[in-house]
């Protein structure tokens, strides 16, 4: 269970730090006032399919109602500039049973894609946003050899 956590922080971690892609159509519109809240992680899937080592894929499954050691919140909150919002990460602890600030990052919104403004190359794509799901697919590295498809759900 331990290496589980393990993953799945580092995944988090890699979360900043690798470029994205997609193959959705860009042209949706996304409803900030339902892109901005507090949303839950129930769901991560993580694929690869690198040259010459192989293909594979793990995830992982949260519960809504009762977080875990590892559990991950994200917020989305809207700055005074347009288009920009702050997305911060947290994690949920068993030995007081609260959620605690882990990392937080400045972006942009256009279209479908959440651009880091610190990083221009580090791009998430937003898939799906419906009743309270949020599912965002990032692609590491420009060839697209792994990938993290995260679904969230608003708290209300």
Known sequence: MKTL?????????????????????????????ELEGEWI??????SWDIPGEGTGSEDWNYDFNQPEE??????????????IY?????????????W????????????????????????????SLASGRLVLTEKYYEDGTETVVSTYQKKN
Do not use: Q
Not at 9 to 18: E, K, P, Q
Not at 41 to 46: I, P
């Open 100 to 127: 605690h600030y882990d990392w937080g990052m400045t972006v942009r919104l256009e279209g479908n894609k959440i651009i880091d403004v610190d990083y221009e190359e580090d791009v998430t794509e937003i898939t």
């Open 86 to 98: 702050r997305v911060s990460y947290f994690f949920y602890r068993e030995s007081d049973e609260d």
């Open 41 to 46: 992680l129930l769901h991560e899937v993580y």
């Open 70 to 83: 590892g559990s991950v919140k994200m917020t989305i909150t809207a700055t005074d500039e347009e288009n």
């Open 5 to 33: 956590r393990f993953w799945g922080i580092t995944l988090m971690a890699i979360l900043l730090s690798v470029n994205f892609t997609s193959c959705s159509d860009d042209d949706e519109p996304i409803n900030i006032e």
